[in-house]
């Protein structure tokens, strides 16, 4: 009886395996000689770099210090470790032998040319949404970059996550492919805006929070999400009292800097390099987007307000000891409690950092590394890793958050600044 229930096991699960490998089986595309880069028109190809640059192409299949296009760098999920591919028109290593054809069902389904399922970390839930005519100028793009021999680094999943055909049992849950459609409720500069946002950009894949099997949250995009150390602030109800203007989110995309709202931080610094190839129109047409979704709080904004720009004083001793912190180290630029900055910066206290609901990510890892003013954004500071001990980033957090805003002290503080020092893709 022990040997019929032991065979029956095996029969069932060799049944499932073969109904999963039926089910998920696509064919493969033939591949091509990798066609002459003077075969693209010219307009076709400045066409596709913009839309690569916008649709952050580049900085996501490009190591640190890498060559552009070939691939390698991390990306950090709870499942595990991706690495980008190389999409140079490298015949053995990258994509020159995928026709148009390949490369639009990548795009479009998710699916490489040889027939195996792409990992949902690759944005193709986002790319299906592409106009033809964009994916043929990607494709003129790609195609016509220096060819660049690199292998690919294998993922580092767990089990049985790394298994490919898995994927397509995903795709039948979250993946829902098409074309975007216009929305006849909204005008033709709306709907080029969220076309541009959803279906090149995809901002959501930052600012939208993921469930357990990694896809994104149907039921409310755009409402924040932790995102390789930072938190991807909201962008249907602003944390900050300081509600967006039209021109001050066009300003602040078209440079990373609008009074009164701040900087633009981490990952959002390079989103605003890749979109500086955009015109203005189409520039205009997202910040419509997404003004539109931009709503009120509910909180009553005066209050809030008035504490941002008069904070009240410390009343305990780890207040104290963060506003000390304050006074040597931050004031000279950021000005003294309650004056204005004493360089051309936001004030403090209504940057989207401080008012943040959830957890100190931005703050935290701004205190830590500073910020990178060679990228040619404004808003260079120093960091403090080596300066401040994590007693002192927690003081001076706690300073900051008592004095310039009305929320409560953030949870997990302490375990927070531990983890931006040492694993900042950790969460929580």
């Avoid at 709870?78 to 995928?98: C, L, M, V």
């Avoid at 033809?132 to 580092?156: E, G, H, I, S």
């Amino acid at each position: 009886m022990m040997g019929r229930h032991i065979l029956g096991v095996i029969g069932i699960a060799a049944v499932a395996v073969v109904a999963l490998l039926a089910f998920a089986w696509r064919t493969a595309i033939e591949p091509i000689a990798p066609p002459s880069p003077t075969g693209f028109p010219r307009d076709l190809v400045d066409s596709g770099e913009t839309l690569a640059s916008a649709g952050n192409c580049i900085d996501c299949h490009t190591a640190p210090g890498g060559t552009p296009n070939t691939g390698g760098k991390s990306i950090y999920r709870r499942f595990g470790t991706f690495f980008s591919t190389n999409i140079t028109p490298d015949p053995e290593t990258g994509i020159g032998t995928w026709s148009e054809a390949a490369f639009a069902r990548a795009l479009r389904e998710g699916v490489s040319r040889d027939g195996t399922h792409l990992f949902p970390v690759f944005p193709y839930m986002h790319y299906t949404q592409l106009a033809d005519a964009d994916v043929r100028a990607l494709y003129a793009y790609f195609m016509t970059r220096p060819p660049v021999k690199a292998q690919n680094r294998l993922n580092t999943l767990y089990f049985p996550l790394d298994v490919r055909p898995l994927q397509a049992l995903w795709k039948s849950l979250f993946f829902k492919p098409g074309p975007y459609r216009p929305d006849p409720g909204h005008d033709p500069q709306w709907n080029r805006g969220a076309y541009l946002a959803e279906a090149l950009a995809g901002c959501a894949v930052c600012h939208t929070d993921r469930n357990l099997l990694g896809a994104q949250q149907g039921g409310h995009p755009y409402a924040g999400a932790a995102f390789e150390g930072w938190y991807a602030t909201s962008l249907d109800i602003s944390p900050s009292p300081a509600r967006w203007s039209a021109e001050e989110l066009f300003t602040f995309l078209r440079r990373g800097d609008s009074p009164p709202h701040g900087v633009a931080l981490g990952p959002m610094r390079s989103v605003v390099r890749n979109l500086s190839r955009i015109s203005d129109d189409d520039l205009r047409a997202m910040t419509a987007y997404f003004i539109s979704l931009n709503t009120p709080s509910g909180a009553a904004l005066e209050p809030r307000i008035a504490r941002a720009l008069a904070p009240v004083p410390p009343t305990t001793d780890k207040q104290r000891v963060g506003h000390k912190l304050y006074m040597e180290n931050c004031a000279s630029c950021h000005g003294a409690p309650g004056s204005a900055p004493t360089v051309a910066r936001s004030p403090l206290g209504l940057s989207e950092a401080m008012w943040n609901p959830y957890r100190a990510y931005n703050l935290v890892l701004t205190v830590l590394d500073g910020i990178d003013g060679r990228d040619g954004l404004p808003g260079a500071m120093p960091g403090f890793r080596d300066k401040f001990s994590d007693d002192d980033i927690e003081a001076l957090a706690i300073y900051l958050r008592t004095a310039y805003t009305t929320m409560p002290i953030w949870g997990l503080l302490a375990e927070r600044i531990k983890l931006s020092r040492n694993d900042p893709m950790s969460l929580p």
